[in-house]
């Protein structure tokens, strides 16, 4: 257990350090590839967002949410991955659709560093991080940072 203080630069330089991002991605990729296919279908990117909680933190989805609201935004949210409606997610798609999202989490973080607390397993993990991040951010977001 640790605690970082992190703001929109932090994952801005984390999404533009191409070499390091790439890397990372391809890893989250591979583990989220559960038939080891090659490609994310439906149901491999929306475990992905359920595990990484990015749902609730960038979308703004509380849990209450009924199962088939749920079931169209998660729809939604892989239509947008999914950009040659090929009806599977694939590395370069998976790619560059993250980086759009943690682009704009770091555009709503801004300047407004955030402290957080990290359990030890999350410092492997990149994504929970970042959704963390966003996470906290909605919290943080007082009128002393606007
Ligand atoms: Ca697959």
Do not use: W
């Amino acid at each position: 257990m640790g605690v970082v203080i992190i703001d929109g630069s932090t994952v801005r330089n984390f999404v533009t350090d191409e070499e390091h991002f790439n890397k990372c991605m391809d890893e989250s990729f591979t583990s989220l590839d559960l038939n080891d296919d090659g490609v994310l279908c439906r149901s491999e990117l929306r475990k992905a967002f359920e595990s990484l909680r990015l749902i609730e933190a960038h979308f703004g989805v509380d849990i209450s949410t009924p199962p088939e609201k749920l079931n169209e935004l998660y729809d939604s949210i892989f239509d947008k991955f999914d950009l040659d409606h090929s009806n599977t997610v694939d590395r370069q798609e998976f790619k560059s659709e993250m980086k759009k999202i943690l682009l704009a989490i770091a555009d709503g973080l801004g300047s407004c560093p955030i402290q957080m607390a990290l359990e030890d397993d999350d410092q492997s993990n990149f994504l929970k991080k970042a959704a963390d991040h966003e996470a906290a951010n909605l919290v943080a977001n007082q009128p002393s940072c606007s």
